[in-house]
């Protein structure tokens, strides 16, 4: 074989090798540019306010915050993958001096299902937010967590969030950690009787805890437990608004 063939075959199988790693690495995010770019892509109109580079449960993000309108909106990008992992926005105009009858729990439910399709309410209640009356609603999906609030007497949606916890995101069992399921326990041993509305893994300042929250007489609760101990190490109690 002579030697310019040689150097054209050594070339292509050179091209090859680095095919893989170019595609798989073609949706990473490397700087704040191109997670404003992507945000702005997504919201289209808006302008962004706020830009942060985070870790959140040891995954590195990149956070951007944007208005259009009224509307102020949270975006989290995983940088190793480019994907919005969470998305959310909140209507800052809102109406404090309707007098239409507050809506039911029951019809509250029926617009949050249509709302998400295909998802399982997980919790409801009813509180006041910013001087407005408001019914709060937890649904999941299939990889998905959401949280809706609607206003309790004009019926408009407020607020509207999601957080993608599919399988790169949940907590496995050879880590160590005792589970969402014995978390519930240990909170419900804590404050008997309470209703939990959200159980949540995270990473307070290194130390990997699960955040229960509870309602029970009027009283709302928060605890902190250590993920891998089950010890309790936070406990707050305060009026539900």
Sequence with gaps: MNRNKWILMLLVVCMGSFAVPVSVQAGKITSLQQAEKKALKKVKGAYVTELDEDYEKGVHVYEVQLQKGTKEYDLVYRSSDGKLISYG????KRDRTSTKAVMSKSACKKLAKKEVKKSTITG??????????????????????????????????????????????????????????????????????????????????????????????????????????????????????
């Design 89 to 92: 926005w909140d209507q800052q």
């Design 124 to 241: 409801i209640r009813k509180k006041w937010d910013d001087g407005v009356l408001v019914w709060k609603v937890k649904l999941t999906t299939k990889d998905k967590q959401y949280t809706l609030e609607y206003h309790a007497r004009t019926r408009a949606l407020l607020e509207y969030e999601w957080e993608f916890v599919g399988k790169s995101n949940k907590t496995g069992k050879n880590n160590g950690y005792i589970g969402h399921d014995k978390a519930k326990e240990i909170a419900l041993g804590r404050v008997p009787g309470a209703q939990i509305i959200k159980v949540e893994f995270d990473m307070d300042d290194g130390v990997p805890v699960y955040q229960v929250e509870m309602v029970k007489d009027g009283y709302e609760y928060e605890v902190e437990i250590h993920a891998k101990t089950g010890k309790i190490i936070d406990f707050e109690q305060d009026y539900l608004d």
